[in-house]
């Protein structure tokens, strides 16, 4: 099952500061499973799904944050043919100075793929960048979300929340 198989890649025990500020005795580490084409394309075949069950339209584009959700969007753009964004965490200083690095046209209806969802801030920040671009954010879809208030923080946002696994899912129940 992809779940165990992420959960033996990516679980690690001990004392962790998150993102959020918050610490947890537990740390799911992206890179552990998003770096393995045994995890990577199957991952790739859940969000291929997902986006397909979506209402809103046909998807145009997927996105995915720096730095975490570049292979997952990319992994899941070769799957479904869609195009890609990604988004860096902030303007280039130099070259071209953008935050978007593909193309976005207005209107155009978009999937961010997230990795780990605790908070769900920087998908929010994301979904942010993309909205400025005129782009219509149909959904969030996290790999894992740890069910510490992303989802409670999409609906405020008026941002659809799903994610293809939770942290139960993994065996994790603290």
Request: include cysteine.
């Amino acid at each position: 099952m992809l779940a165990s198989a992420i959960a033996k890649a990516a679980l690690l025990r001990g004392e962790f500061v998150l993102r959020s500020g918050r610490t947890s005795r537990y740390y799911l580490d992206k890179y552990l499973f998003s770096t393995r084409p045994e995890v990577l394309g199957p991952l790739s075949e859940f969000f291929a799904e997902a986006i397909h069950g979506l209402p809103g339209g046909p998807v145009q584009r997927l996105a995915g944050a720096e730095l975490g959700g570049i292979p997952l969007v990319t992994a899941t753009s070769l799957k479904t043919g869609l195009p890609c964004i990604f988004i860096r965490n902030k303007k280039k200083d130099y070259g071209t100075a953008k935050q978007l690095e593909g193309v976005v046209n207005p209107g155009d209806r978009v999937v961010l793929l997230e990795d780990i969802a605790t908070t769900g801030g920087q998908a929010l920040e994301a979904v942010e960048v993309l909205r400025e671009a005129g782009a219509n954010v149909l959904a969030v879809i996290a790999t894992i979300d740890r069910l510490e208030g992303a989802r409670e923080n999409m609906d405020k946002a008026g941002v659809p929340f799903h994610s293809l696994f939770t942290k139960r899912d993994l065996g994790i129940d603290e």
